[in-house]
């Protein structure tokens, strides 16, 4: 019986936190973080449970993971990555500091850095993110055109797969 009840609190934990993952990837598609690995970290956890997530997880990672090469192709885009993530960081230190508003501020004070210490935080930890991210992507895919032509294989090989499994 202890068993069971370990057995289906697993399952609901990770069933909550791809659930998570997912809302939180498709917020990032729109908002400042890393989306779609979000997305596919959640459809992969999901996955464990659902076939539907099952059959989606690897056009998922492959996108992912082509958008992670393609962020790495040149030194401009890079660059530009790099300083948004920066740009990102400081932001969120500023609101983590909280400091006073300033006397040029045109509106109303409670639109001064709303959400406060949380949003500063989340601004941090997605800069983080980013900026992990975009080594990642650098020492992985960076002149390394054999590493995405592997990924399209990996895609290719995934849906005959799939055909396979839909003829049977």
Known sequence: MLRGMM???RRIS?????????VAGI???????PGLLMLFGGIAILSQQ???AE???EPLKFRALKGAAESVETWTRITLSSLAALVLLGCGVVWVVGPDVPGWWPV?????LPGEDVTGVTQVLS????????????????????AVAELEADLHRAQEDR????EV
Not at 27 to 33: F, N, R, W
């Open 7 to 9: 057995r289906a609190a």
């Open 14 to 22: 990770l069933e909550v936190l791809g659930w998570l993952l997912v």
């Open 27 to 33: 917020a990032a598609l729109v908002l400042p973080g």
């Open 50 to 52: 659902y076939e539907w």
């Open 55 to 57: 059959r989606r997880l």
């Open 108 to 112: 109303a004070e409670r639109w001064w």
């Open 127 to 146: 800069a983080l993110v980013a900026l992990a991210l975009i080594v990642y992507s650098y020492r992985r895919f960076h002149g390394n055109p054999d």
């Open 163 to 166: 055909e396979r499994r839909a």
